[in-house]
């Protein structure tokens, strides 16, 4: 899988957008960008995915350069309890082989009121 | 829908003895996936199964640590003769095939 990078922390105001980076320049054709965040002492929650498009759900938004190179996790109204470490993560989906996440450092996004 | 279940949520075990995690995964999921956190580091990953079969083992240390998921019932990790070095958080994290994976709340391990 993909080595990813990411800052190790930010400040965000409560209700202001959270922007989280993510480098993945050795990023392959088939590998996907998965971001989890693990707030503190539980398990980590899955965010969101994407290949190529920009994707939204209901917890967040996620901006994937054209390139695919690096991209972007935006939470559009933090709030006290978006306050975790957030795992930006690459691997291909749906295959037997490498199918295990691999979390780096994450980046501790500490929202403040 | 039940999430996945992890029990117990916190275990105490002296040196020497053998702790065992249970991990019962989402309804309709047949992959479960094991990841161990030291204090204060990343989660690692530990053991990758399917129903009676262990798909990926490569993050299992070689000795003492085994795990199962048998055609009925939970998943298990166990890890025999515990020692200090073993107290970490154990997450157990399921998935339909090739899907995202959904983790459980963790059981904490403290050897004494």
């Known amino acids: 899988d993909a080595k990813t990078t990411q800052p190790p922390s930010m400040d965000c105001a409560e209700g202001r957008a959270a922007n989280l980076p993510c480098n993945h320049s050795?990023?392959?054709?088939?590998?996907?960008v998965y971001w989890y965040r693990q707030i503190h002492s539980q398990g980590p929650q899955y965010i969101i995915h994407?290949?190529?498009n920009n994707e939204t759900n209901e917890m967040a938004s996620l901006i994937i350069t054209e390139d695919r190179k690096s991209s972007t996790l935006i939470l559009p109204h933090a709030t006290l309890r978006d306050t975790a470490v957030y795992y930006c993560?690459?691997?291909?989906?749906?295959?037997?082989?490498?199918?295990?996440?691999?979390f780096g450092g994450g980046t501790r996004l500490m929202v403040k009121p | 829908n039940a999430g996945v279940m992890q029990n117990p949520r916190h275990l105490v075990r002296r040196r020497g003895q053998e702790a065992r995690l249970r991990c019962s995964p989402m309804?309709?999921?047949?992959?479960v996936y094991w990841y161990r956190q030291l204090p204060e580091e990343g989660l690692k990953f530990m053991v990758y199964?399917?129903?009676?079969?262990?798909?990926?083992e490569s993050g299992m240390p070689k000795e003492r640590f085994s795990a199962e998921f048998p055609k009925e019932g939970p998943s298990i990790l166990r890890i025999q003769q515990v020692v200090r070095g073993d107290s970490a958080a154990y997450f157990c994290?399921?998935?339909?095939?090739?899907?995202?994976?959904?983790f459980g709340p963790g059981t904490r391990l403290t050897v004494t």
């Open positions: 994290a399921s998935s339909p095939p090739g899907n995202e994976q959904y």
């Open positions: 050795t990023i392959s054709g088939n590998e996907y």
């Open positions: 994407g290949l190529k």
């Open positions: 993560i690459v691997r291909v989906k749906g295959s037997n082989a490498g199918n295990m996440l691999t």
């Open positions: 309804k309709g999921h047949s992959h």
């Open positions: 199964l399917q129903k009676e079969n262990i798909i990926d």
